[in-house]
Protein backbone atom coordinates (compact mmCIF):
# COMPACT_ATOMS: atom_id res chain seq x y z
CA UNK A 1 0.00 0.00 0.00
CA UNK A 2 1.58 3.69 -1.31
CA UNK A 3 -0.44 5.80 1.08
CA UNK A 4 -1.98 7.24 -2.05
CA UNK A 5 -5.71 6.76 -2.66
CA UNK A 6 -7.75 6.85 -5.90
CA UNK A 7 -11.39 7.04 -6.14
CA UNK A 8 -13.36 5.48 -7.92
CA UNK A 9 -11.86 2.40 -9.28
CA UNK A 10 -13.68 1.55 -12.26
CA UNK A 11 -15.90 3.50 -13.82
CA UNK A 12 -17.97 2.98 -16.96
CA UNK A 13 -19.59 6.52 -18.67
CA UNK A 14 -21.42 7.00 -21.97
CA UNK A 15 -19.34 9.07 -25.05
CA UNK A 16 -20.26 12.91 -24.94
CA UNK A 17 -20.33 12.86 -20.57
CA UNK A 18 -18.15 14.17 -18.00
CA UNK A 19 -16.38 12.66 -15.19
CA UNK A 20 -14.42 13.31 -12.06
CA UNK A 21 -11.80 11.49 -10.37
CA UNK A 22 -10.38 11.62 -7.06
CA UNK A 23 -6.86 11.33 -5.74
CA UNK A 24 -5.43 11.55 -1.81
CA UNK A 25 -1.78 12.16 -1.49
CA UNK A 26 0.36 10.59 1.01
CA UNK A 27 0.50 12.58 3.96
CA UNK A 28 3.32 14.79 4.11
CA UNK A 29 3.42 14.86 0.27
CA UNK A 30 2.81 18.31 -1.32
CA UNK A 31 3.13 17.25 -5.22
CA UNK A 32 0.20 15.21 -6.98
CA UNK A 33 0.67 13.86 -10.35
CA UNK A 34 -2.03 12.36 -12.51
CA UNK A 35 -0.99 9.71 -15.85
CA UNK A 36 -2.71 8.07 -18.24
CA UNK A 37 -2.09 4.29 -19.47
CA UNK A 38 -3.41 3.25 -22.35
CA UNK A 39 -3.00 -0.20 -24.29
CA UNK A 40 -1.42 2.05 -27.07
CA UNK A 41 -0.43 5.13 -25.78
CA UNK A 42 1.58 3.03 -22.34
CA UNK A 43 2.07 5.64 -19.51
CA UNK A 44 2.11 9.47 -20.69
CA UNK A 45 2.00 12.14 -17.87
CA UNK A 46 -0.84 14.56 -18.18
CA UNK A 47 -0.13 17.19 -15.20
CA UNK A 48 1.64 17.97 -12.08
CA UNK A 49 0.25 20.25 -9.19
CA UNK A 50 2.78 21.53 -5.98
CA UNK A 51 0.82 22.62 -2.80
CA UNK A 52 -2.30 23.93 -5.12
CA UNK A 53 -0.25 25.18 -7.81
CA UNK A 54 0.39 23.35 -11.64
CA UNK A 55 4.29 23.13 -11.73
CA UNK A 56 3.88 21.34 -15.20
CA UNK A 57 1.73 20.30 -17.59
CA UNK A 58 2.41 16.85 -20.08
CA UNK A 59 0.45 15.48 -22.76
CA UNK A 60 -3.68 16.70 -21.24
CA UNK A 61 -6.01 17.24 -23.47
CA UNK A 62 -7.70 20.61 -23.37
CA UNK A 63 -11.37 18.22 -22.60
CA UNK A 64 -9.01 17.12 -19.40
CA UNK A 65 -8.50 19.62 -16.26
CA UNK A 66 -7.35 19.05 -12.95
CA UNK A 67 -6.86 21.05 -9.76
CA UNK A 68 -5.71 20.63 -6.16
CA UNK A 69 -7.64 21.90 -3.09
CA UNK A 70 -6.36 23.25 0.19
CA UNK A 71 -6.09 19.78 1.99
CA UNK A 72 -3.81 18.80 -1.06
CA UNK A 73 -6.36 16.27 -2.48
CA UNK A 74 -6.69 16.83 -6.16
CA UNK A 75 -9.31 16.12 -8.77
CA UNK A 76 -8.76 15.18 -12.72
CA UNK A 77 -12.06 16.12 -14.94
CA UNK A 78 -12.37 14.79 -18.23
CA UNK A 79 -14.77 16.35 -20.15
CA UNK A 80 -16.91 15.24 -23.48
CA UNK A 81 -15.68 11.86 -23.05
CA UNK A 82 -14.39 9.96 -26.40
CA UNK A 83 -13.77 5.70 -27.03
CA UNK A 84 -10.07 6.94 -26.79
CA UNK A 85 -10.52 8.23 -23.57
CA UNK A 86 -10.84 4.99 -22.30
CA UNK A 87 -7.56 4.22 -19.76
CA UNK A 88 -5.97 3.62 -16.54
CA UNK A 89 -5.68 6.99 -14.80
CA UNK A 90 -3.10 7.21 -11.97
CA UNK A 91 -2.10 9.60 -9.21
CA UNK A 92 1.02 9.72 -7.66
CA UNK A 93 2.63 11.99 -5.18
CA UNK A 94 5.88 13.58 -3.94
CA UNK A 95 6.85 15.11 -0.97
CA UNK A 96 8.81 17.77 -3.09
CA UNK A 97 8.77 19.62 -6.58
CA UNK A 98 11.73 18.26 -7.73
CA UNK A 99 12.65 16.04 -10.44
CA UNK A 100 14.60 13.49 -7.95
CA UNK A 101 11.90 12.88 -5.75
CA UNK A 102 10.15 9.11 -5.49
CA UNK A 103 6.63 8.84 -6.58
CA UNK A 104 4.48 7.09 -5.15
CA UNK A 105 1.68 5.76 -6.85
CA UNK A 106 -1.69 4.52 -6.11
CA UNK A 107 -3.40 1.88 -7.39
CA UNK A 108 -5.80 3.42 -10.52
CA UNK A 109 -9.31 4.55 -11.83
CA UNK A 110 -10.26 2.15 -15.00
CA UNK A 111 -12.19 4.45 -16.90
CA UNK A 112 -14.70 2.43 -19.35
CA UNK A 113 -16.10 5.03 -22.28
CA UNK A 114 -18.93 3.11 -24.19
CA UNK B 1 13.37 16.92 -25.01
CA UNK B 2 14.01 13.75 -23.12
CA UNK B 3 12.80 10.80 -23.99
CA UNK B 4 13.02 7.30 -23.08
CA UNK B 5 13.51 3.90 -25.33
CA UNK B 6 12.84 0.14 -23.56
CA UNK B 7 13.82 -2.39 -26.03
CA UNK B 8 11.90 -5.46 -26.03
CA UNK B 9 8.39 -5.10 -25.38
CA UNK B 10 8.42 -8.61 -23.85
CA UNK B 11 11.00 -10.85 -22.54
CA UNK B 12 10.73 -14.47 -21.01
CA UNK B 13 13.89 -15.77 -18.63
CA UNK B 14 13.79 -18.97 -16.90
CA UNK B 15 13.63 -19.13 -13.27
CA UNK B 16 17.32 -18.49 -11.84
CA UNK B 17 18.21 -16.95 -15.02
CA UNK B 18 20.06 -13.77 -15.37
CA UNK B 19 17.42 -10.63 -15.87
CA UNK B 20 18.36 -7.70 -18.29
CA UNK B 21 15.59 -5.22 -19.30
CA UNK B 22 17.32 -2.21 -21.11
CA UNK B 23 16.82 1.24 -21.38
CA UNK B 24 17.98 4.20 -23.33
CA UNK B 25 17.05 7.71 -22.55
CA UNK B 26 17.73 11.08 -24.51
CA UNK B 27 18.73 14.08 -22.30
CA UNK B 28 20.34 17.29 -22.83
CA UNK B 29 21.30 17.81 -19.46
CA UNK B 30 21.96 15.30 -16.68
CA UNK B 31 19.03 13.20 -15.89
CA UNK B 32 17.58 12.04 -12.89
CA UNK B 33 16.71 7.96 -14.12
CA UNK B 34 14.14 5.86 -12.20
CA UNK B 35 12.80 1.93 -12.77
CA UNK B 36 9.02 1.24 -11.58
CA UNK B 37 7.59 -1.92 -11.46
CA UNK B 38 4.09 -2.83 -12.16
CA UNK B 39 2.27 -5.82 -10.85
CA UNK B 40 -0.83 -6.93 -12.60
CA UNK B 41 -3.88 -4.53 -11.44
CA UNK B 42 -1.43 -2.66 -9.24
CA UNK B 43 0.15 0.54 -9.76
CA UNK B 44 3.68 1.57 -10.33
CA UNK B 45 6.16 0.86 -7.40
CA UNK B 46 9.64 2.37 -7.54
CA UNK B 47 12.53 -0.18 -7.99
CA UNK B 48 15.41 2.28 -7.90
CA UNK B 49 16.58 5.70 -9.36
CA UNK B 50 19.44 7.42 -10.23
CA UNK B 51 20.15 10.85 -8.72
CA UNK B 52 23.84 11.90 -10.30
CA UNK B 53 25.75 9.75 -7.52
CA UNK B 54 27.15 6.47 -7.56
CA UNK B 55 26.59 5.07 -11.27
CA UNK B 56 25.73 1.58 -9.98
CA UNK B 57 22.47 1.81 -8.01
CA UNK B 58 21.02 -1.04 -6.22
CA UNK B 59 17.07 -1.50 -5.41
CA UNK B 60 14.55 -3.38 -4.37
CA UNK B 61 13.86 -7.25 -4.69
CA UNK B 62 17.88 -7.65 -6.11
CA UNK B 63 17.54 -5.70 -8.87
CA UNK B 64 20.34 -3.18 -9.76
CA UNK B 65 21.45 -0.50 -12.63
CA UNK B 66 24.35 1.01 -13.95
CA UNK B 67 24.06 4.65 -15.59
CA UNK B 68 26.29 5.05 -18.96
CA UNK B 69 26.68 8.03 -19.58
CA UNK B 70 28.76 7.32 -22.93
CA UNK B 71 25.97 4.79 -24.05
CA UNK B 72 22.80 6.92 -22.71
CA UNK B 73 22.03 3.56 -21.35
CA UNK B 74 20.52 2.47 -17.64
CA UNK B 75 19.76 -1.17 -18.03
CA UNK B 76 18.03 -2.92 -15.04
CA UNK B 77 19.81 -5.90 -14.04
CA UNK B 78 18.82 -8.93 -11.48
CA UNK B 79 21.34 -11.76 -11.31
CA UNK B 80 18.39 -14.46 -10.66
CA UNK B 81 15.29 -14.50 -11.57
CA UNK B 82 12.03 -15.69 -9.48
CA UNK B 83 8.54 -16.55 -10.50
CA UNK B 84 7.60 -13.46 -8.39
CA UNK B 85 9.95 -10.91 -10.34
CA UNK B 86 7.08 -11.06 -13.42
CA UNK B 87 5.78 -8.15 -14.17
CA UNK B 88 5.57 -4.90 -16.28
CA UNK B 89 8.83 -3.15 -15.75
CA UNK B 90 9.02 0.68 -16.84
CA UNK B 91 12.18 3.00 -17.02
CA UNK B 92 11.30 6.84 -16.36
CA UNK B 93 13.84 9.80 -17.19
CA UNK B 94 13.06 13.42 -15.14
CA UNK B 95 15.16 16.86 -14.69
CA UNK B 96 16.85 19.23 -16.78
CA UNK B 97 14.72 21.62 -18.41
CA UNK B 98 11.58 19.73 -18.12
CA UNK B 99 12.11 19.81 -14.15
CA UNK B 100 8.87 18.37 -13.31
CA UNK B 101 7.78 16.23 -16.65
CA UNK B 102 8.40 13.25 -16.32
CA UNK B 103 8.82 10.43 -19.12
CA UNK B 104 8.04 6.94 -19.07
CA UNK B 105 9.05 4.25 -21.50
CA UNK B 106 6.82 1.74 -22.89
CA UNK B 107 7.41 -0.77 -20.50
CA UNK B 108 8.67 -4.36 -20.47
CA UNK B 109 6.74 -7.43 -19.46
CA UNK B 110 8.88 -10.08 -18.22
CA UNK B 111 8.14 -13.79 -18.37
CA UNK B 112 9.70 -15.99 -15.80
CA UNK B 113 9.19 -19.91 -16.66
CA UNK B 114 9.82 -22.28 -14.02
Known amino acids: DSGVTQTPKHLITATGQRVTLRCSPR?????VYWYQQSLDQGLQFLIH???????AKGNILERFSAQQFPDLHSELNLSSLELGDSALYFC?????????????FGPGTRLTVL | AQSVTQLGSHVSVSEGALVLLRCNYS??????LFWYVQYPNQGLQLLLK??????LVKGINGFEAEFKKSETSFHLTKPSAHMSDAAEYFC????????????FGSGTKLNVKP
Open chain 1, 92 to 104: ASSVGTGSNNEQF
Open chain 2, 92 to 103: AVSGGYNFNKFY
Open chain 2, 27 to 32: SSVPPY
Open chain 2, 50 to 55: YTSAAT
Open chain 1, 49 to 55: YYNGEER
Open chain 1, 27 to 31: SGDLS
